[in-house]
């Protein structure tokens, strides 16, 4: 749903940036956008999605670089970016996080595990074929790894299946932390974008 607005966004010039910015900076980046895209009711869903991209292509790089990574360059005196991060990292320890969009200074998990219930109920009432998108569901549920065959889960309504596989789920939590924090589940209106939302690759190191 993102790499649609790759060509519409300045691609992160990682070598660049990791002389310029620590990777506190690289997070706080990220979570700025982030809010933004979460925060700003008057946003259209092509500029939300770009601010979105914005800040996975942060979390990618800061994951790459690691938390604890030093900037290898002075900036005397310092550039626009590196300005920018610094009120982002300010912001950050404002508001009681750390800059990496993990903590709770960023959206929460519950609400978007909320959001992301009541649009696939939606789409579930919706959909020509529920039980084909209820399997696809699962299946990208299992992959990730926050759901198995073993643990059973209701099909009878759209409401019960959601249920199970999210609202009752301390496992849906922890993929929510972890994998999918950038994906607006407010902004999902046909089946591909929920399955996309469900996408079971983790975001970080390992999908770089």
């Keep these: 749903m993102l790499e649609q607005h790759r060509h519409e966004c300045q691609q992160i010039n990682v070598e660049r940036v990791k002389g310029l910015l620590d990777g506190e900076e690289m997070y706080a980046l990220a979570c700025m956008y982030l809010a933004w895209a979460h925060a700003e009711t008057n946003l259209g869903l092509d500029r939300r999605g770009r601010l979105l991209y914005l800040a996975r292509e942060w979390r990618t790089t800061a994951d790459a670089c690691g938390g604890d990574w030093k900037a290898t360059e002075l900036n005397d005196p310092p550039?626009?970016?590196?300005?920018?991060?610094?009120?982002?990292?300010?912001?950050?320890?404002?508001?009681?996080?750390?800059?990496?969009?993990?903590?709770?200074?960023?959206?929460?998990?519950?609400?978007?595990?909320?959001?992301?219930?009541?649009?696939?109920?939606?789409?579930?009432?919706?959909?020509?074929?529920?039980?084909?998108?209820?399997?696809?569901?699962l299946r990208q549920a299992e992959s990730a790894g926050y759901w198995h065959p073993t643990n059973g889960i209701r099909q009878l309504t759209p409401e019960l299946f959601v249920q199970d596989l999210l609202e009752d789920n301390p496992s849906a939590a922890l993929w929510a932390r972890e994998a999918r924090w950038w994906v607006l589940p407010d902004a999902l209106q046909e089946e591909l974008q929920l399955l996309d939302a469900f996408d079971p690759v983790p975001f970080g190191c390992n999908s770089i």
Excluded: T
């Design 79 to 137: 550039q626009l970016l590196k300005f920018m991060a610094g009120l982002a990292v300010e912001n950050a320890a404002l508001a009681g996080g750390s800059g990496d969009p993990s903590e709770p200074s960023c959206p929460d998990v519950d609400v978007f595990l909320a959001l992301l219930a009541a649009n696939s109920v939606e789409l579930l009432q919706e959909s020509h074929d529920p039980a084909l998108l209820r399997a696809e569901l």
